[in-house]
């Protein structure tokens, strides 16, 4: 960004244009559909289609069409090989090798798979711990397999507090791994403000206590790269939906170190065995010998297909890159939002520094809900309202411009001055 000139107003739009200009990857937004009419800013929620993602599903409904069930062995994407094609082209977005990767299930699925594999209480060790501000579906699966083994999660379930309300303490986490601990399942990412945890620091102090750690990567993978082997961790699991652009309900996916590998699925299906004995039907489980194991079900080949081509987006574009733009956009989004909504009510909820900021900005207000609707009705600008009070804002690094900052910026400043929130109830739809 060193080439733009210095007498320049950095808070211009011809400010953020030059930005555009220099990106090198500014290209990547052509092969997405974004609406002429709109700006996106929701990608942390549901990222959009791409024309590769698009022709990837065409492709598996054409070899639907036209080879019935030779499909399964047949053509350039064989399906019963399809989960571990897919996991090999994720296993680099989160450090690890192809063997230790399935694209699989739902979130919590693959969450209730996992906790079934490595929640063993035994003596004194059958408490969960996780924190106050994970996403609600997964502490519902903590609390649900807690009954399942006849503990009453009131007591057994460990939720770290927040000094704030909005981010956790790593410290505070540590403090609580006790030796009534038996299993840890933490988010990489806090969905309300982003807050992005330290998982090498919290893992080795699970291990140097003797308990297994699972991150929840829904709100980093795709957007942050992890080495989730060589930290260690024990497992992790996360939807495609998200910053990979897998499509709305796309497959989940999971990551099960090899150490684990041969540990028997808490939940078994005949999608775990081993390639070569699956079609022996015999009442004997083969289990995989690598992540595969930990799959259940037939593979929902439809809502697997758009990641084959969204995946080979982030192969071109590298994660790496992908993270210097994310830093520098969200970085550029709260320099205006200091600049040119000062006064107007509202606080960053989001950290500042680098190094645990993931990839959106989180804005509190009073009148979160109703501003995020005029945001949308009347500006044209998709944002995301989580309860009870921010505003999410996420530009993406594959299809938002700096353009497209600057310009939802200078609009939240419009609906603010002209207090056009006021027309809206400041209560939440249906789905927010």
Not at 250 to 276: C, E, I, Q
Request: with cysteine.
């Amino acid at each position: 960004m060193s080439n733009i000139p210095h007498d320049l107003n950095p808070y211009s739009l011809e400010y953020a244009a030059k930005l555009d200009e220099q990106d090198k990857l500014a290209r990547f937004r052509d092969e997405f559909y974004l609406s002429p009419d709109s700006i996106y800013m929701d990608g942390n929620s549901l990222g959009l289609l791409s024309k590769r993602a698009e022709r990837t599903l065409l492709e598996v409904l054409n070899a639907w069409k036209i080879q019935g069930i030779d499909g399964w062995t047949q053509g350039e994407n064989p399906w019963f090989y399809f989960a571990e094609k897919l996991a090999a082209m994720s296993a680099p977005l989160v450090g690890a090798s192809p063997e230790e990767v399935i694209v699989t299930g739902s979130t919590t699925v693959n969450l209730h798979q996992l906790v079934a594999t490595f929640y063993k209480p035994q003596g004194t060790r059958t408490k969960i711990l996780a924190d106050e501000l994970n996403f609600p579906s997964d502490i519902y699966a903590l609390q649900s397999q807690l009954k399942l083994h006849g503990y009453d999660p009131a007591e057994h379930l460990i939720r770290v507090a927040s000094r704030d309300g909005r981010f956790l303490s790593e410290d505070d986490i540590i403090t609580a791994m006790t030796d009534e601990v038996a299993l840890i399942v933490l988010p990489t990412v806090l969905y309300r403000s982003g807050q992005l945890l330290d998982v090498k620091r919290l893992t080795d102090e699970a291990h140097k206590r003797g308990i297994l750690i699972g991150f929840d990567g829904c709100h980093s993978v795709g957007s942050i790269p992890h080495q989730f082997t060589e930290w260690d961790v024990d497992f992790a699991f996360w939807c495609n939906y998200k910053y990979l652009n897998s499509g709305p309900g796309g497959t989940a996916s999971l990551y099960v170190n090899r150490k684990h590998h041969g540990t028997s699925p808490g939940l078994a299906g005949w999608f775990g065995s081993r390639k070569d004995k699956q079609f022996d039907m015999e009442h004997q489980f083969h289990q995989d010998e690598t992540a595969g194991a930990f799959q259940i079900g037939t593979p929902n080949l439809l809502s697997m297909a758009p990641l084959l081509g969204s995946l080979e987006l982030f192969a071109e574009a590298t994660l790496e890159k992908l993270r210097q733009k994310s830093l520098h956009m969200t970085r550029y989004m709260m320099e205006l939002i200091g600049q040119e909504l000062g006064g107007f009510g509202f606080t960053l909820g989001n950290p500042t520094e680098d190094e645990r900021r993931s990839g959106h900005v989180s804005l509190e207000h009073q009148d979160a809900a109703r501003i995020c609707k005029a945001l949308k009705e009347l500006q044209h600008i998709v944002p995301d309202f989580r309860a009870p009070n921010i505003i999410r804002l996420a530009p993406v690094p594959l299809y938002t411009s700096y353009s497209d900052v600057w310009e939802t910026v200078q609009r939240l400043k419009t609906i603010m001055a002209d207090k056009q929130y006021e027309k809206f109830a400041n209560t939440r739809d249906v789905v927010a």
